[in-house]
């Protein structure tokens, strides 16, 4: 486990075992938790949690260990992160990050205005475009950061990689369209439903043309845009239907509602920088405060 998987570890045990409570404090999926639990038991041939009824509700005497440790590692990381904000006051410079117009205007702004507010000497450049186009820009060297989705493709021996964000994408509807009785969706009950999609370039869009042609499901595709809250609007008081990660109903929570999709997609945004890259104090500084954001 990394340190933020030992964090949602410790989330769990410390909202009483309850998921749900526990996915919620930490703004992840429930799903996403869950499945991390799991696979780090499948992995090590152990169990953390006593479970009954599929509930969990104690911790294993190897869950105990491993809390008992990872409460001492999570200090000991917050103590190395003081020792690096010690050296803030004096950081200035310029740093070029890319951005997709939907994380920068959701996700990320909060993490922008911070250092406009608490660091005005680091210059913060964005590019904002698709996640394909930034991806090729990082690999050219022309941005020291990128925020992105998965996947990637990137070769791992030169360039690192870190989860910042994991969703879902779901359907928005209006509140009185048809699919609100229904309390998940099936990709078959898309097929020749209206619907607003991005425009082609944006991962979203090649992520949902690839699940619709794999299960031969034919949306009626009214509108392609490049701007997520258009096409949220583009649902209010009429038929049409939206595919967008689950963490944007925050936006529009009166008018539209979400709906899951049985095996979702999965939304994964990351950080990703060239490991061969001379790596200032200021390139590491930036990288480090938005991962310990997140």
């Known amino acids: 486990m990394d340190i933020k998987q030992l964090e949602y570890f410790i989330s769990i045990i410390e909202n009483d075992y309850n998921l749900s409570k526990a996915a919620e404090s930490i703004h992840i999926s429930q799903s996403a938790l869950s499945q991390m639990v799991k696979n780090f038991e499948d992995r090590e041939n152990i169990e953390l949690f006593e479970r009954h009824r599929g509930r969990l509700i104690c911790l294993t005497a190897a869950g105990e260990a491993l809390y008992g440790n990872a409460k001492?590692?999570?200090?000991?990381?917050?103590?190395?992160?003081?020792?690096?904000?010690?050296?803030?006051?004096?950081?200035?410079?310029?740093?070029?990050?890319?951005?997709?117009?939907?994380?920068?205007?959701?996700?990320f702004s909060e993490v922008i205005s911070y250092f406009r507010r608490h660091h005005p000497n680091i210059h913060m450049t964005t590019v904002v475009t698709g996640a394909y186009a930034l991806q090729k820009k990082l690999l050219a060297g022309e941005l020291d950061i990128a925020i992105t989705l998965k996947p990637t493709n990137f070769d791992s021996h030169y360039f690192e990689e870190l989860t910042l964000v994991e969703n879902e994408l779901c359907a928005f509807v209006d509140v009185n369209h048809k699919f609100t009785s229904k309390k998940i969706?099936?990709?078959?009950?898309?097929?020749?439903?209206?619907?607003?999609?991005?425009?082609?370039?944006h991962m979203i869009h090649e992520l949902l043309m690839t699940e619709f042609q794999t299960r031969k499901i034919n949306p009626n595709i009214l509108i392609r845009s490049n701007y997520w809250d258009f096409m949220l609007r583009s649902t209010f008081k009429t038929d049409i239907i939206?595919?967008?990660?689950a963490v944007l109903l925050d936006y529009f929570p009166a008018t539209i509602k979400a709906i899951p999709i049985k095996n979702?997609?999965?939304?994964?945004?990351?950080?990703?920088?060239?490991?061969k890259k001379t790596c200032s104090r200021l390139d590491e500084f930036v990288f480090t405060s938005i991962a310990e954001h997140f």
């Not at 969706?185 to 370039?201: H, M, N, R, S, T």
């Not at 997609?265 to 920088?273: A, G, L, T, Y």
């Open 72 to 107: 001492i590692m999570i200090a000991v990381y917050e103590t190395m992160m003081e020792e690096i904000r010690s050296f803030k006051n004096d950081l200035s410079g310029e740093i070029v990050i890319g951005i997709p117009h939907l994380i920068i205007s959701t996700v």
């Open 242 to 245: 939206t595919i967008l990660p």
């Open 264 to 275: 979702p997609i999965k939304w994964q945004v990351v950080m990703c920088r060239n490991k």
């Open 185 to 201: 969706l099936d990709w078959v009950d898309f097929d020749k439903e209206p619907f607003a999609i991005f425009d082609k370039g």
